[in-house]
């Protein structure tokens, strides 16, 4: 059986007071009310790192710069119909100020509060990570 692998990058946004920022996934998008970490789809020719920048720009209107984005952690999760491999990265600065462009919920939450919010099965696990670090 071939299953189609997708690329994403996401990130981990932290504030200043140490919170992660969560986006809650749109209607008429698959797995929508679910909560995840910003980013998207990485496009022919991108690699991770340029995809985040473009995407963060698209969804919430702030410029990152890429030596900003460190890398923490990565998950693979198979779907019924593809396979998700996801880096994740963290930034802990930009430019600009965090708001949603394309109508989205967006939370700014302490890293011991993420598993409060529902999300999907690949973002899950990428939470230990996440409170390990901050």
């Not at 059986?1 to 998008?29: E, F, H, N, W, Y």
């Not at 020719?45 to 473009?54: H, K, V």
């Not at 963290?90 to 989205?104: D, L």
Request: charged share 25%; with cysteine.
């Amino acid at each position: 059986m071939s299953v189609k692998t997708v690329l994403v990058a996401a990130c981990a946004l932290i504030d200043t007071d140490g919170r992660v920022l969560l986006a809650q996934r749109p209607q008429g998008k698959s797995m929508a009310g679910l909560w995840e970490f910003p980013g998207g789809k990485v496009e022919p020719g991108e690699r991770p790192e340029e995809s985040l920048i473009r995407e963060l720009k698209e969804e919430l209107g702030i410029a990152v710069k890429e030596e900003c984005l460190a890398p923490l952690t990565f998950a693979s999760h198979l779907y019924p119909d593809f396979h998700l491999l996801m880096p994740l990265y963290v930034c802990r600065r930009w430019e600009g100020f965090v708001s949603p462009q394309e109508g989205q919920q967006l939370k700014w939450v302490k890293p011991s509060e993420l598993r409060k919010f529902p999300m999907p099965p690949a973002d899950e696990p990428l939470i230990s990570h996440l409170t390990t670090l901050l």
